[in-house]
C-alpha cells in the first residue's frame, strides 16, 4: 500500500505517493523526473547520487523515501539552470574538472553544502567534504581546484 510523502524539494511543496520501501533517488528520478541525480552504486558509496537533506548531503540511494517526510531535498536542478549556472558549476566547468560528467551533480552538491558551511575551506576541508563522491575520468585535482577557486580563494 502506498504512502503520501510531503517533503519541499527544490523550493517547492510536492505531495508524491510512495511504496514504504521506496528509496529517495528513485522518487526524485521516476516520479518528479529530477534526471541530475544520478545512480551508481546503490550501496551509498559512489556518490552520484547525493543531494541535500535539510542541507546535508546524503547518498539518496540509501534513505528510504518516507525518510524525507516534512524535510527539505535540494538536488542539482536546485543549484542553477543552464541560462543561470551556479558558481560552482561554472567553476567545475572552466577548470576541466569535467570528463564523462556523471559523478558531477554528486560532487557539486557536497561541494555546494561544504561552501554554505564553510565559505573558505581548506584544500583538506574540500577533500574531506568529496571523500564520499568518486570519478573514475579525472582524478581529483581538477575537482579541488575548481571547489578552491568557486570559493574565491
Same mark, same amino acid.
Given at each position: ?14 505531495? =508524491? ?18 534526471? +541530475? ?6 550501496? *551509498? ?5 547525493? =543531494?541535500?537533506?535539510?542541507? &546535508?548531503?546524503? %547518498?539518496?540511494?540509501?534513505? !528510504?523515501?518516507? &525518510?524525507?517526510? *516534512? ?6 536542478? +536546485?543549484?542553477?539552470? +543552464? ?18 560528467? #556523471?559523478?558531477? !551533480?554528486?560532487?557539486?552538491?557536497? %561541494? #555546494? ?5 564553510? !565559505? &573558505? !575551506? ?17 582524478? #581529483?585535482?581538477?575537482?579541488?581546484? %575548481? ?7
Amino acid at each position: 500500500m502506498k504512502e503520501t510523502l510531503h517533503m519541499t524539494v527544490n523550493g517547492e511543496s510536492v505531495a =508524491v505517493s510512495v511504496h514504504p520501501g521506496a528509496m529517495l533517488v528513485d522518487v526524485l528520478r521516476e516520479d518528479l523526473q529530477l534526471l +541530475g541525480t544520478k545512480i551508481g552504486c546503490r550501496e *551509498g558509496e559512489c556518490g552520484a547520487c547525493t =543531494v541535500l537533506m535539510d542541507g &546535508k548531503p546524503v %547518498a539518496s540511494c540509501m534513505v !528510504p523515501a518516507l &525518510k524525507a517526510r *516534512g524535510c527539505e531535498i535540494k538536488t542539482i536542478e +536546485g543549484v542553477g539552470t +543552464g541560462e543561470r549556472p551556479h558558481v560552482l558549476q561554472q567553476s567545475f566547468a572552466r577548470e576541466g574538472a569535467i570528463q564523462c560528467g #556523471y559523478c558531477t !551533480p554528486g560532487f557539486i552538491m557536497s %561541494a #555546494y553544502a561544504l561552501l554554505q558551511e564553510n !565559505p &573558505k !575551506p581548506s584544500e583538506q576541508e574540500i577533500r574531506e567534504a568529496i571523500s564520499g563522491n568518486l570519478c573514475r575520468c579525472t582524478g #581529483y585535482t581538477r575537482i579541488v581546484s %575548481a571547489i578552491t577557486k568557486a570559493s574565491g580563494q
